[in-house]
C-alpha cells in the first residue's frame, strides 16, 4: 500500500531520521510525551478541591452527660441535640463528655477537665449535677456555666428550664432548641 503523496515526504524523513539519529527521536519522543501529558494533567477534568477548615478559633461549647441509667439521661440527649444544631450552623465546636458520676466530689475533676479543654461553654444537665458545677464555678470564675434542668444562683451559672416529661418529642425538641439559642448568643 502507497502512501499519498503529500504524506509520503513527511513520513519518509521521519523514518529516515530515526534509522540515522535514533537518540535524538527517542528525545524528541519523550518531549511530545512529557507535552502531552502535562497539558492533558492540566486542561484535563478537574475534580474538586477539598477544603481545610481551621475550627480551632471557634467557640466551643462543652457538654458533660450524666451516667447511663441517669433520670436526666433524656434531657442530656435533648441538649446535646441543641449543641449538635449549634455547631451544624458554624462557628461552634460541640464536644461532648461523660462524667461517670453525678456526686459532685467525684463529677468535679470531670467538669475541670472541661475548663481545660478551654470550652467557652460549658453545660451540664440536671439538679444532680449543680454541686458539681456550683463548685467548677466557684474555683473557675472566669468560666461560664449552663444547667439544663435546674436552678442556680451562683455567678457565671446560668440555667434553661426544663419541661415537665423531657422525654416527649416536642418537649426533647424544645430543649434542644432553648440549647441551641443560648450558645449562639454566647459565640
Not at 452527660?65 to 435533648?78: I, W, Y
Not at 473557675?140 to 440555667?159: D, L, Y
Request: one cysteine or more; a positive charge; aromatic letters at 4%.
Amino acid at each position: 500500500m502507497r502512501l499519498p503523496a503529500l504524506c509520503a515526504r513527511p513520513v519518509h524523513r521521519f523514518t529516515g531520521l530515526v534509522r540515522g539519529h535514533p537518540v535524538i527521536a527517542a528525545a524528541t519522543a519523550a518531549v511530545l510525551l512529557a507535552a502531552l501529558s502535562l497539558t492533558a494533567l492540566l486542561a484535563g477534568g478537574r475534580s474538586a478541591q477539598p477544603r481545610a477548615a481551621n475550627v480551632s478559633r471557634n467557640f466551643r461549647a462543652c457538654l458533660l452527660v450524666s451516667p447511663a441509667g441517669a433520670t436526666d439521661a433524656r434531657l442530656s440527649q435533648a441538649s446535646w441535640q441543641g449543641m449538635q444544631d449549634a455547631a451544624r450552623s458554624g462557628g461552634v465546636n460541640a464536644q461532648r463528655f461523660e462524667a461517670p458520676t453525678i456526686d459532685a466530689k467525684a463529677a468535679l475533676p470531670y467538669i475541670n477537665g472541661a475548663v481545660q479543654h478551654h470550652c467557652g461553654l460549658i453545660v451540664t444537665v440536671g439538679a444532680g449535677m449543680r454541686p458539681a458545677t456550683e463548685a467548677a464555678a466557684r474555683a473557675n470564675p472566669h468560666q461560664e456555666f449552663v444547667i439544663v434542668g435546674a436552678t442556680s444562683a451562683r455567678p457565671h451559672v446560668s440555667a434553661i428550664a426544663a419541661p415537665d416529661d423531657p422525654g416527649k418529642d416536642q418537649a426533647g425538641r424544645e430543649v434542644a432548641d432553648k440549647v441551641s439559642a443560648f450558645i449562639a448568643a454566647r459565640r
